[in-house]
């Protein structure tokens, strides 16, 4: 009787599979791929709050130099001028200065004494009868990094007679130049919003 033939079982292709070295080098460059990604998520984690709050201080302060210009276009005297402190009469919407009570759309605007201040880290602004600089400042900025220098004039101490500066000691400025240094949260420097306007009534002091 016969035997059958012995026959020998061939792989399938692709069966061949990694060998334990290979996968334990595979496994080694994942964590160190996964570590790098992680390092980088745990930093942008870290980064995104001061990014949020640098974006609010750019905006607050554009905020505030949009206010502060749109009252010293309306104003018409500057009584004080100091490089940290500026004070001008205006014109606001307010039956007293000072007050919170609007008035009516037919009604004339109050002449009032307006007083901006950058000290420390923050901007004040006070509102007062005309000839009045004390009373209670509202903080309307308050992340300064350097309030030396936030207000220069024209015509000021400085040459030519057209650069911003120090107020000339005998001259009513017609233009108000403002600085706010802010803090930079990327970097050793800082960031600045800068802005000025003219006093268009100017003429109309007496």
């Known amino acids: 009787m016969r ?4 026959t020998e079982r061939q792989p399938f292709q692709g069966e061949e599979g990694f060998t334990l070295v290979e996968m334990l080098v595979a496994m080694t460059m994942g964590v160190v791929v996964m570590g790098g990604v992680l390092i980088l998520l745990i930093g942008a984690m870290r980064t995104q709050p001061k990014l949020e ?6 905006q607050t302060a554009r905020w505030v130099l949009e206010r502060m210009t749109r009252e010293i276009r309306s104003g018409f005297v500057v009584d004080k001028a100091t490089s940290s402190s500026v004070s001008f009469q205006t014109y606001v919407r307010r039956t007293v ?19 901006y201040t950058c000290s ?23 992340s300064l990094s350097n309030p030396a220098g936030a207000f220069c004039y024209v015509p000021s ?9 120090e107020v000339q000691s005998g001259t009513l400025p017609t233009y108000i130049g403002i ?7 990327q970097g050793s420097g800082g960031l600045t919003a800068s ?12």
């Open 3 to 6: 035997r059958p033939a012995r």
């Open 53 to 58: 709050n640098q974006g609010t201080n750019i």
């Open 97 to 115: 200065c000072g007050g919170t009570t609007t008035l009516a759309s037919t009604a004339a605007p109050t002449r009032c004494e307006v007083t």
């Open 120 to 142: 420390g880290k923050s901007c004040t602004r006070l509102e007062s009868a005309p000839g009045v600089y004390t009373g209670t400042a509202i903080t309307i900025f308050s």
């Open 157 to 165: 101490k400085n040459e030519p007679s057209s650069k911003c500066g």
């Open 179 to 185: 600085t706010l240094n802010m803090p930079d949260s």
């Open 195 to 206: 802005d000025g306007a003219s006093l268009r009534n100017a003429t109309l002091a007496n």
